[in-house]
């Protein structure tokens, strides 16, 4: 890009930014809840570690939001994004145990830590405990979100016009949003244990809800809000929509398609998983009736060898699976610039950020 | 009670308010989240009928707290309310997962029936895939009281004075006690899977996160501030603090000695179960080496007989545990009328409600 920032750099510097209030607050925050009861400091050091894993997207996005239109210093903001953050750490905290995921970014998920931690204090049935410890965590993370989130009450009064109301607007469009997501998580987990077949709609409702909504438009709309431009709302969510299904369909490939080394996963692992993907489901739409008997030996075996990933990666693209969803894609990204264009935002450099940053997030190497 | 109305009476009436407010938010919101993806209805409904077997003690005392000091109209109470309600189902739908409960007052936990539904459906692994599908509806729970509570922005803000800055200070005691409720509830899963016996002081920090400092301070003191009472935080927190142990130590009683066909329980489930209660460790502290021996015998096995749950019964008397428990939870208790006769609150009416919630809690038949 000819920007001065690119989108990777915004996003560096935003999560160190994040990264800092994210060790204040929890220095605060392990004393003040120790002090109520013994285990606080030790809670909040963990969800400060676990959290710290992550790309920081949401919290940055919450600064961008703002950014777009000019309040890059609003009241609220760093009080915001670090709100995100909890929130994001709680979802993921409880994700990895519906997904049986014992490691999270090269480290032990917070589940399996606490089991580890059970068994070798003598627990009769460790992973119970570990799990139990695990549900507690993710809520206090959803706590201490909310916590923060009661700097908007002040941020957004002080910015002016309508005060409370703004910030009543604020607050209710993140826990409305996040109940969106809770459901999505719900078909997602549906999805992967039950036998019946998702639709495409079910797919892209998923998609919407868990990617889209979510982790692009909730953000960015919560800081165009602390920016007093709530007006810009459903903009951004045509924008975000766009933007998040995109993303979720370049995943999808990266999951089909990536090479082993650079995923950090095992090839087809998407396959050996059965995971009801869109690129999935339009697969078995198209596959004759010998095709399709195969894919369903395929899908869902954890046996499968690297002829048979290239099997199914071969037979999406002669179907024209891929070429399409890829022409899909790409019409999404210029229908999301275009958006972004003619976006009423007042910073010239924040909106070629958030340009760059869209075109990376669907054309990044797997 | 001599006053107009029973503390009981006065439950029974803003029970049936709350249940009004929830089914009127639940229809609305199942609308709408059902809008975002298939299944937002069922949700919704689900949680409405879990929380509707509640006694909605938390969301009355948020009124209560408002009507002590004559704001009995005050604006966000129907919502804040409604809050409170939805972090409790969301609290108790998590703690059904973690205490194994398949019922809770009468019909299925939600974990229990989302196992059921799974098993008819043909998941692999019905229980797991019942257990997520739970984890998240209690997130969703806390999001939806997130989005209620947003009317406090406006409603605290309305009603003057410092506007935002007390609105954010009624959301971040939410956020903060909540967190405190997390981190007791871990303490809880410990103490009953763990082989380490807790110390008294332990017990009792549970006792006050779990118990005193949310099911009775926090609402109060949400309704106080509601009322632009911020300034009786302390207060409150202080007859919280008396009455939610006195209540616990009752309820700890009600366990050991009370009748099964009142309670609902198996005679000496406490006892069966190895409950970690305060009553348990005083007991095994004042027994002597024979005694210890023979209790370590009866705690967690599940096979004792009424015969040994006398024992115990008689054990705790003749060792004057149950006398010294019961003359601190009345000492408890006139310190807690003394408080709420000394609170500087305008309503008479309400404050008497208040000292006859206080005596019934602790003084309720068993």
Redesign the interface.
């Known amino acids: 890009m000819s920007e001065q920032r690119s989108a990777q750099d915004y996003l560096a510097a935003r999560r160190s930014d994040i990264l800092r209030s994210l060790e204040a607050i929890s220095g605060e ?1 392990g004393a ?2 120790e002090r ?5 400091k030790e ?1 909040v050091d963990r969800i400060f570690e676990y959290a710290s894993r992550g790309k920081m997207l949401r919290g940055s996005l919450v600064y961008l939001g703002a950014e777009l239109f000019g309040r890059a210093g609003a009241p609220g903001l760093a009080e915001t994004a670090a709100a995100m953050e909890f929130f994001q750490a ?2 993921l905290i ?1 994700d990895d ?2 997904d ?1 995921d014992e490691r999270r970014r090269g480290a032990p998920s917070v589940h399996a830590a606490y089991t580890e931690g ?1 068994s070798a ?5 460790p992973s ?2 570990g799990e ?2 695990a ?6 993370c ?17 910015s002016g016009s309508s ?3 703004a ?6 469009l ?3 949003e ?3 997501v ?6 997602d ?2 999805f992967g ?4 077949e998702p639709t495409e709609a ?1 797919i892209l ?2 998609y ?2 868990k990617t889209a ?1 979510y982790s692009f438009s909730m953000p960015l709309a919560v800081g165009a809000a602390l920016a007093g431009r709530d007006d810009t709302r459903a903009a951004i969510f045509a924008i975000g929509d766009l933007a998040g299904l995109a993303f979720q369909l370049r995943d999808d490939e990266i999951g089909l398609y990536g090479d082993s080394e650079r995923t950090g996963k095992v090839a087809g692992s998407d396959i050996r998983e059965n995971k009801k993907t869109l690129w999935r489901a339009r697969l078995f739409a198209r596959a004759g009736e010998e095709d399709r008997r195969r894919l369903l030996t395929l899908y869902g075996n954890r046996d499968i060898d690297s002829l048979d990933v290239d099997h199914v990666r071969k037979l999406t693209a002669a179907l024209g699976v891929r070429s399409e969803i890829a022409q899909w894609r790409d019409t999404m990204i210029e229908e999301a610039k275009g958006l972004v264009a003619a976006l009423d935002a007042s910073d010239e450099s924040a909106r070629a950020i958030l340009v760059d940053l869209v075109e990376w997030l669907v054309n990044r190497k797997y």
Do not use: T
Not at 36 to 40: C, I, M, V, W, Y
Not at 121 to 125: F, L, N, R, S
Not at 167 to 172: E, F, G, K, V, Y
Not at 193 to 196: I, T, V
């Open positions: 925050r003040e809840l109520a009861l013994p285990g606080g809670l709680g979802l409880h145990i519906m049986r059970a204090a003598g627990a009769g049935d119970h405990l139990s410890l549900i507690c965590a993710g809520d206090v959803f706590f201490e979100a909310l916590r923060l989130l009661s700097a908007v009450a002040v941020g957004v009064g002080a005060g409370g109301a910030a009543a607007s604020l607050i209710a993140c826990g409305s996040l109940s969106v809770g459901l999505a998580q719900m078909a987990c549906r244990e039950l036998p019946a079910e409702a998923m919407r809800g909504r």
